[in-house]
């Protein structure tokens, strides 16, 4: 980690779901394994909170898994050890894992994720995306000339639609607030949320879309989900609307994106996730001039090591002195 970093420049922004978790039966408390790799400050963080690190092994009660990219590997772990009974995954999202965990699922295995945990870098980042796209610095970063042509939209009083109801969403709400914006919340619940205007239900998203100057991705990905953004879609949009993804590439149909901007239907799309991702060299959307792209960097791991520590210190001590868990993962609907 970087030494000049600050400590505890960020905090958990936490949506309700993610408070409430509590297993109806608690796992039994016992040694902690951090896999693939027992990184020292995760190992220090469960140390903080009164816990045992060791290694894998029949004693093994509590998982502290730190990779997104071998999640068919925590299938093996958990198939070879069914005593284990809380596991703690490293992101907020957990798509990579559904397999995994739809295959594991049980009644005595509880799961956390860092949801809510990295929600202010996440946000900060979204709104640098929707004030670039907004100000036209696709283009301008691209310009090899002086182009004098007054071009360029304010934030201010715009409709802000924002696609779920996280962390994530939570903390952009406060970041826009001195833009006097208008911001609408869409969920799988028509359930308020704090600083909204609204907050709809997903079923009547098509009728939100046309009011909307930035529409806001931030939800989870699951098979409900996926390319939720697609033609119809972007056709409801306004012409001069923009577009942010900063939760998961395929929640948007990226070929009817490519289409979309190429015939001007919207003004343009910030993105730091896609789909494929990474996104291959020679895509159009590298080339399209209404498109800035970021490659998958709202957070980095100098923002996000001290709050997964923070993450797994509060959940070792729900753990250990059965107590509420933070970030509970419902198997059932993929976050």
């Not at 869409?186 to 205007?197: H, L, N, Q």
């Not at 100057?213 to 972007?234: F, K, N």
């Amino acid at each position: 980690m970087n030494q000049h970093q600050p400590q505890g420049q960020h905090r958990a922004v936490l949506s309700d779901d993610a408070q409430l978790g509590i297993s109806a039966t608690h796992p039994t408390p016992g040694p902690i394994a951090i896999l693939p790799e027992p990184l020292p400050q995760f190992a220090a963080a469960v140390e903080q909170a009164g816990g045992t690190v060791d290694v894998l092994s029949a004693g093994t009660r509590g998982l502290i898994w730190l990779s997104y990219a071998r999640a068919a590997e925590l299938g093996e772990v958990l198939a070879q050890n069914p005593q284990i009974g809380w596991v703690q995954l490293p992101w907020a999202g957990v798509d990579a894992f559904s397999a995994v965990l739809a295959r594991h699922q049980r009644d005595d295995l509880l799961v956390t994720s860092a949801k809510g945990a990295y929600a202010q870098p996440v946000a900060e980042h979204a709104l640098a995306l929707i004030l670039a796209s907004l100000r036209l610095l696709p283009q301008r970063a691209r310009a090899r000339s002086w182009n004098a042509e007054p071009a360029g939209t304010s934030l201010y009083g715009r409709t802000v639609l924002i696609v779920g109801a996280g962390g994530i969403a939570r903390e952009l709400i406060r970041l826009l607030e001195p833009f006097g914006t208008r911001i609408v919340i869409v969920r799988r619940s028509s359930t308020a949320v704090p600083g909204a205007e609204r907050t709809v239900s997903i079923d009547v998203l098509m009728s939100e879309l046309p009011q909307a100057d930035v529409v806001v991705l931030a939800a989870a990905l699951t098979s409900d989900s996926h390319h939720l953004v697609g033609a119809r879609e972007l056709d409801a949009m306004k012409p001069d609307a923009h577009l942010i993804n900063i939760a998961r590439g395929p929640l948007i149909d990226t070929d009817a994106l490519v289409a979309t901007l190429a015939s001007g239907g919207i003004a343009g799309a910030a993105l730091d996730v896609t789909e494929p991702e990474p996104l291959p060299d020679g895509h159009p959307l590298w080339s399209e001039p209404r498109c800035l792209i970021t490659p998958h960097m709202a957070d980095t791991p100098e923002m996000t090591a001290p709050l997964l520590a923070e993450r797994i210190r509060l959940n070792v001590a729900a753990f250990l002195g059965n107590g509420r868990f933070v970030g509970v993962v419902d198997p059932a609907v993929g976050y």
